[in-house]
């Protein structure tokens, strides 16, 4: 039994150290190997990261043009990259303004039936869907001037491809104020306060000018 214990265990301390050594060598490769992984996996979510920020991203929005009732499809690239080889697309017909001619379907616009080069950052398209209150009337059909559509983007930028797809509803602005801007607004008022003043000056110019006529009949 001793002989068997002998040999499992060493014999003196240089075989203990070399043996804490070895062990030790093993745990540091292993602590090596674990922060190495993780390093690399936090580069690849920097690059990741870094990749999500500077790449193009084509964002569907509707607006509503100021001072007007007029409803509005943007499209803009809010991204920092071009958006490359981009291509958009309408799931149905769109009649702008209720038109049904052709060259107003906007689903065969240009910007939708063919591909465009590119996009630039904060480069923008604006299309005039038509009236508020003329989509959104009682006798619209909606298959004319439909309330909900899809808006689908493809575009690429270096090795990457992007492919989004945006479900437009105009109906949240169904009974909208019209959008005013206060500089306008106060320069209307200001319009107004001329106009008032200039029909206050000229009362008092024709008042006087009848005065005058009448001290000289008087004469």
Known sequence: MNDVASLMMPA????????ANVLLTAMFAGLTFFILRANRAAVGAMREQMADQN???????VQVRMGTPVIQLLIRNVGRSPAQNLRLRLDRDFFQFGEQAESRNLAKQSAFSQSIDCLPPMSELLFDLGMGFEIFASGAD?????????VSAEYEYGKNKYSEKTHVDLQPY??????RHPVVEELERVRKSIDNLSG????????AIKAQSAEEKND
Do not use: D, Y
């Open 12 to 19: 003196n301390l240089p075989e203990w150290l070399t043996l």
């Open 55 to 61: 790449r193009p991203f084509v964002a569907v929005t």
């Open 142 to 150: 909606p298959t004319i001037c439909p309330h909900t559509f899809e």
């Open 174 to 179: 169904m009974g909208t104020s019209v959008p």
């Open 200 to 207: 206050v000056v000229k009362q008092s110019a024709n008042a």
